[in-house]
Nanobody, 124 residues
C-alpha cells in the first residue's frame, strides 16, 4: 500500500493543523496506521496510532491530550488533528501502516509501510 501525507505547513505556537494520510487502495483497512515524526537533528519519535477499525488509539506522551488520531476507512484516510502546537512539535511527520501490530506496539522502526512525510513548522 502507498501512503501520501499532506496538510503540513507553518503555524504559530498554540495553533492547530490537521494532517491527512491517504492510502492507495482499500486494503488500508487491513492495517493499523499511525504517525511518526522526526525533528531536525533528532531521532524519530512515535506520535500516535490507530487500530484497523478505529476503535483503539495510542499516543506518545509528548502529544497526549493535544493530538487526536482518527480514520475514515471509506476514504482510505487517516487523520492527525494537532491542537495546542508547540515549537518542539516542529518535525517531518510520516504516516505509517502495519498489518500485524496493534496501536500500542507501534515503534519508530520496522513498520510495514511508510509515506514520504509532511513538514510541520511551529513558530514561537
Amino acid at each position: 500500500v502507498q501512503l501520501q501525507a499532506s496538510g503540513g505547513g507553518l503555524v504559530q505556537a498554540g495553533g492547530s493543523l490537521k494532517l491527512s494520510c491517504a492510502a492507495s487502495d482499500r486494503t488500508s483497512s487491513n492495517y493499523a496506521m499511525g504517525w511518526i515524526r522526526q525533528a531536525p537533528g533528532k531521532e524519530r519519535e512515535f506520535v500516535a496510532a490507530i487500530s484497523r477499525s478505529g476503535g483503539s488509539t495510542f499516543y506518545g506522551n509528548s502529544v497526549k491530550g493535544r493530538f487526536t488520531i482518527s480514520r475514515d476507512n471509506a476514504k482510505n484516510t487517516v487523520y492527525l488533528q494537532m491542537n495546542g502546537l508547540k515549537p518542539e512539535d516542529t518535525a517531518v511527520y510520516y504516516c505509517v501502516a502495519d498489518m500485524s501490530r496493534r496501536p500500542y506496539e507501534f515503534r519508530v522502526d520496522g513498520m510495514d509501510y511508510w509515506g514520504k512525510g509532511t513538514l510541520v513548522t511551529v513558530s514561537s
